[in-house]
């Protein structure tokens, strides 16, 4: 049995079954996301999030929102995680990418191989650098012991746009409660780092 989800219609459908969310907390009013309401993420135990697939043209940037994202999800502590790089033989063994099609034996095979029962995959749909910044991300988070799509968001964050802006004013208030936060509010908005950042943590408050 081979599974395979289509983004066109993933939150689409997600409305009609109730489980698509919009995140309430200011700093996190990113994008419509779905997560299953019939899972509890917890359950998981651990996770390995596997390098993201990369239609940038700034190799380094998967490198560099894979961490990020890890990081983020580290602190909120729903779950473990690992990281699974690119250049980790276990990557080239399971052939781990987000537009594979996985069946339940490989599902299997990749949660006793890789001790997890969650895998989180995803693609950097877009990059721009500064002037104009801008990351698009879509990601799922599939349960190894059975199949289930359990959590998913495609979403792109605009430095340019007036709502991104203000969450970016959120984050930092809320967040990082720093002394000379306008300061760094403008350097979320020039530093490709520092936007991902903010990025990763929107990403991981809808969980």
Not at 121 to 142: Q, S
Request: hydrophobic letters at 40%; charged letters at 20%.
């Amino acid at each position: 049995m081979c599974l395979r989800w289509s983004w066109n219609i993933l939150l689409p459908a997600a409305v009609l079954l109730g489980g698509c969310r919009t995140p309430q907390t200011p700093a996190s009013q990113a994008a419509y996301y779905y997560l299953n309401p019939g899972k509890t993420l917890s359950s998981l135990g651990r996770v390995a999030i596997v390098e993201l697939d990369n239609d940038s043209s700034y190799p380094q940037v998967s490198t560099d929102v894979t961490a990020s994202l890890f990081q983020a999800l580290q602190k909120k502590q729903v779950f473990g995680l690992t990281i699974i790089h690119r250049n980790d033989p276990t990557w080239r063994s399971l052939q781990m990418d987000a537009a594979s099609t996985y069946g339940l034996d490989q599902m299997r095979t990749i949660r006793e191989t890789l001790k997890c029962d969650g895998l989180l995959l995803g693609t950097i749909t877009e990059f721009r650098p500064y002037p104009h910044m801008a990351v698009g991300l879509r990601l799922k988070l599939l349960d190894l012991r059975d199949g289930q799509l359990l959590w998913a968001i495609e979403q792109v964050w605009d430095s340019a746009d007036k709502r991104t802006e203000k969450r970016i004013k959120d984050y930092y208030k809320s967040e990082k409660r720093l002394a000379f936060a306008p300061l760094h509010e403008q350097l979320a908005t020039v530093s490709p780092l520092e936007f991902i950042k903010f990025v990763s943590f929107e990403v991981a408050e809808t969980l």
